[in-house]
């Protein structure tokens, strides 16, 4: 069973910058589809950002396109996701998911989620 464990969250101010980190144990991660998602206090989960396997391929959510970069080393079965140029929009938890295959990028039907990371961004 794959686990999931995010890491990198916390207060930031507006126009700073944070690095997500989401750490794979329990499988093969370089057979994973891996993507991010964020969900705000009283809103549906939202897709951030994706990369294939081989991270040859990312996919970003139009609303963080040239502000968040998503990026995997599988030799560290880890997936990251900087943020740069942070609004308090984008406040919210900060969710790493893990799929077996690719045909679900924006969609919450992963295989594997982990427990999320706080990301508070102040004005």
């Known amino acids: 069973q794959v686990q999931l464990v995010e890491s990198g969250g916390g207060p930031v101010q507006t126009g700073g910058s944070l690095r997500l980190s989401c750490r794979a144990s329990?499988?093969?991660?370089?057979?994973?589809?891996m993507a991010w998602f964020r969900q705000a206090p009283g809103n549906e989960r939202k897709f951030v950002a994706a990369?294939?396997?081989?991270?040859?391929?990312?996919f970003h959510a139009p609303f963080v396109k040239g502000r968040f970069t998503i990026s995997r080393v599988n030799a560290k079965n880890t997936v990251y996701l900087q943020m740069s140029s942070l609004k308090p929009e984008d406040t919210a938890v900060y969710y790493c998911?893990?799929?077996?295959?690719?045909?679900?990028?924006?969609?919450?039907?992963?295989?594997?989620w982990g427990q999320g990371t706080q990301v508070t961004v102040s004005s």
């Open positions: 998911a893990g799929n077996s295959s690719a045909d679900v990028v924006a969609g919450l039907g992963y295989n594997y």
């Open positions: 329990g499988g093969t991660f370089s057979k994973l589809f």
């Open positions: 990369i294939t396997e081989n991270g040859l391929e990312t």
